[in-house]
């Protein structure tokens, strides 16, 4: 019997239905990162074996999903970005975004910079890679003016919010994929969250039409002028 370290990855699991109508023309794509997730991402530790039959609605899918709480032709910082999640998604499904990716570990890094060139040939969405954490001075500059961040289960909000804060200017949404208990804890934050200089802090649910893959965000804007 094979040991947990050298079992077989299981193969990359087929597309739901649904994901024609989430990606259109961008699901061959879309086919091809699940499919570097299944094998790449596994072997470099970036998704773990048991995820594997669940990419679809777990992690891309439920991605994807965050493309209705995002304005025509932003630009989306993605921080955090690790396997490409839900950045890369989220670019499949709305080509009209301009995705900037943020990692500081290497190895991601290198997945992700490999996903991107790999994906050019087929989707047109102008990704970016830098290598850095939000909190850097160097990455705010290098990213330039943002419209929205995004973020999947990186810190607990108050803590993102301080990261991002460089990248978040007056008017930049911050668009967080949390848990069930970070909603539960959203309406005790909000005191703390505002005096950190964020507005219209709210939960948004997104992706009804996805099924299991459907999931709630919190979003909030960066106040000034």
Request: net charge neutral; charged share 20%; hydrophobic share 45%.
């Amino acid at each position: 019997m094979s040991s947990p370290s050298t079992a077989p990855t299981p193969p990359a699991p087929p597309p739901p239905a649904v994901a024609a109508e989430v990606f259109g023309d961008a699901l061959p794509a879309a086919q091809q990162f699940v499919a570097k997730l299944a094998s790449a991402g596994v072997t470099r530790g970036l998704i773990g074996p048991r995820e594997v039959p669940r990419l679809w609605e777990r992690h891309v899918l439920n991605s994807a999903a965050v493309a209705e709480a995002v304005p025509d032709g932003a630009h989306v910082v993605d921080v955090g970005s690790g396997a490409g999640l839900p950045g890369i998604p989220l670019g499949l499904a709305r080509p009209d975004l301009a995705l900037t990716l943020v990692e500081p570990m290497a190895r991601r890094v290198e997945f992700l910079q490999e996903a991107v060139a790999e994906l050019a040939g087929v989707q047109r969405t102008p990704w970016r890679v830098i290598r850095g954490r939000a909190e850097e001075r160097s990455v705010a500059g290098a990213v330039g003016p943002v419209d929205v961040v995004t973020a999947r289960a990186v810190a607990p909000l108050p803590r993102l919010v301080g990261w991002c804060r460089g990248l978040l200017r007056p008017g930049t949404q911050l668009v967080a994929l949390v848990g069930s208990r970070a909603l539960e804890e959203l309406p005790g934050l909000v005191p703390e969250l505002e005096a950190a200089g964020m507005r219209d802090i709210h939960p948004r649910a997104v992706g009804a039409s996805l099924g299991s893959a459907a999931t709630t965000v919190v979003v909030m804007t960066r106040a000034g002028h």
